[in-house]
């Protein structure tokens, strides 16, 4: 129904602001959004593929005209056109319903519309004075959120960021701040030798927020699990009790809700009560996992995380809410101001004619920052919290039927027992030719390379995607995810299928 | 042309991933992008405000209808289509012509277009497994950034990151994993007391990051300028030596290209002297003043940028990007793969079928990174080098125009002396109350409420908006500022005019 103009020999010159560039500024968009909603229909139409797999080589040559190079001089619109289409042909759809490579996956159709519509607002969160809505939004929203943590009132603070690893930082700083604010001021010399603890299975961020802030990897202890991969509280008392004898002053312990690769929950409560008996800043990693805070069904395995001094929460992740969604959610309400503001005379003016308490951009560590908030709040909006709950409900159901499916089926072995926690189910495919082979080294050898070679074919048939790890001793086991709500048993199934077909003669 | 349906009483679950919701989804997304054309249309129209300014009081109790917070129950698309709508009219039109209060304005077409793409692709930059495209963008962007920058063959490395602040943030990383390896695995007592230097005028980003990194804002120096706002080398070098006779080890300067209120250059080539002779990390932050790179006529202002060891730059200010888009670039290669990896399992598979040198995430502070490649990629594709040089110096020649029509206009007198260098001019507007009046403690202090009163005029009018601040011992004046290529003479004159209107009687 959109109707084509041609736009050969047509630059960009003739687009708004140019004079009388309304018409083929609306064309020229309308032309876009016709090759974003064929996207968009064909993402969710299984008989499309995940991807069209390349080779950098192959992209950087130049696969059928599609240049990657910049030029000085401008292409034309209808060029453009070709460009924004070749750029979705070559890319991954990663909103697919087979897609499962990734925690972030999907493509929430409210979602899309509230960042089309964030783009188009085009502005910054550091003042009310340029984002007043946007800014209240966020208020409101971390409020609910704090909410379903579970303190009090909803009160405390918090702050959208770029990510988990930068809201884990945020937590880590927030803890530094609340014990020794003359590092502020006087830097890492002004603390004895601060300790932060953390789980083997926790996510990488913790370290390299150590080594950024400079607390140094070596002092960024990381704690044993169980077999399931979960922290073990005893482990965590007689890491401290050692840090203190050798001198050292233990100040932070994350726990993670929903681990990164085997997807269960620490123990919170007891390491909350360990916390509370050595005065420790209690961080919970819930960037995977916090999304179950939105289902009764769910969220009892978060229990204990209203104990926590800060909460990391990634929308983006379980929620479905479009890439970049994250949450760093404080008890203490002054703690980000304390720890980050530097009062900046032209952006923060005391003497505006508002209410400048919400000025809130002097708790982040960055300046400018990007309206992560709309595409959530309005998500929130059409969904309500009972939406999010039916779709993590049913990432969790999806979860259970492949772990029922799996567990005993010939040619799959569970990397641990028990039902998933979250929605990861970590496996093997062990291929006809190894099967009935004893566990020596050289059959853990051979297994290692399964993986990479079914994915490798995966990705050549361009079918599904499904990541896979080593994780400690063990040799690379598949991990499954679910957290895009179009995912159906069907597509299970056929993910199942796809690994015995393409892993039949390996 | 775009076809109206009746949401009413339609919820989110009928559109995709819902059976045959291809019609319903494509519907909704057009009403929305309706709303957005009509957004931008009137974007550009002057008869159009700026803002529809109200307190934050007003927007939370709810006006006509607007209800911010959040339900547990979903909303009608129709709902959902008004909150848009009302989303848009209660913010701020940061690419209207006569929005000049921020260094980032304006609204490209195509960049708006390579973000709706953006989203629509929804995906993450850490591995070219799920980023081909992007990733191999971002590294074409980068090398051509570099040659503009002059390091030779364009060499070296870098990373998009979200904004100026996190950029500086990993200029000061990588000086100190150059110089200090081990603080990355021993935290900074690794190191002996190491000193940043920045000017007093520079970007309180600086000390933003010597906080957090653990150096201490005490040891973040600031450097005297003179008069224009430049930065002393003499001061510099008195300060190195004063450093070091103390014990202290100087690590790092900061150059600013381009300061945020004067909208100066400091004088690269004598810093780099002083950082060659006393052995130092030279960064560039030219968030601001990058833009100006793409310029034969003013790239000369940016001389002995190619002597830093890395530069901050922010396409998203002075090149029309929409935010976010901000580089660090840094001159030898692996450094910040040095500094910031740590080698995850689940993400950086050694393993897999390509080349994994393209799996550029674990250069990275954050794990999940936006894709913020692509607005950019397409613009200059669109725009060529060309285009952006023409629209850059359209902005300063702009900028020339208002110094020249206000530098001995009745009722003005400028912050300091001579031509603007970027698109900032600084100055007073001195209301006919105070003209003529002896330079007293008395007027000063009039004169500091009159920005803000003017400011506030000016926003409940919503006819134009421009920044104002104190700076040092001067009372408050405003920071006019260009980076709008849809700006025109006109709007500089509607500015003029409006300040002297609103600020007639104060």
Redesign the interface.
Known sequence: ???MLQFVNT???Y???AKN??EQ??Q???E??D???N???KT?DRSTKVLD?????Q??EGIEGFN????????S?E??LV??R???K???R??H?RFF??L?S??D??G??G??????????MFT???????V??EQ??LK?MREMIGWQNGDGDGIFS?????SN?YGI?AARYKYFPD????????AP?LILFTSEHS???I?????????????VILLKCDKRGKVMPSDLEAKIIEAKQKGYVPLYVNATAGT??YGVFDPIQEIADICDKYNLWLHVDAAWGGGLLMSRKHRHKLNGIERANSVTWNP?KMMGV???C?AILVREKGLLQG??Q?C????F?P?????VS?DTGDK????????DI?KF??M????????FEIQINKCLDLSMYLYTKIKNREGYKMVFDGEPEHTNVCFWFIPPSLRGMPDCADQMEKLH?VA?KL??RM??CGTT?V?????GDKT?FF?MVVSN??ATMSDIDFLIDEIERLGQDL
Chains 1, 2 share one sequence.
């Open positions: 129904v959109i109707p630059v960009v010159i687009l708004l602001p560039g309304e500024t609306t020229f968009l309308l876009v959004v090759i974003l909603l996207y968009v229909r969710f797999f390349h080779h950098p080589h992209l950087l990657l190079e910049l030029s000085d001089q401008p292409e619109l060029q453009i460009d924004c070749d750029t979705l070559y890319g991954v990663t909103g319903p490579n990734q972030s999907g493509l159709i409210i899309l519309a960042e089309w519509l964030t783009s188009t607002a085009n502005t910054n009310y004075e340029i984002a007043p809505v946007f209240l939004m409101i929203t609910k770029p990510g988990g690893a930068i930082m700083m590092v502020k001021v006087k830097g890492m010399s002004a030798k996510h990488y961020s370290k390299k927020a150590g080594a950024a802030l400079g607390f140094g990897t070596d002092n990164t690769v983006h479009l890439l970049q994250s720890c980050n530097m900046a005379g032209y952006l003016q003497d505006k004619q508002y209410d919400y982040a560590i960055q300046c400018g920052r990007h309206v709309f709040w309005l929130w909006k059409a969904k309500g919290t009972v939406g390379k990479p994915k490798a990705m050549e995607m990541g896979y790890q080593p994780q690379n991990r709500p179009a």
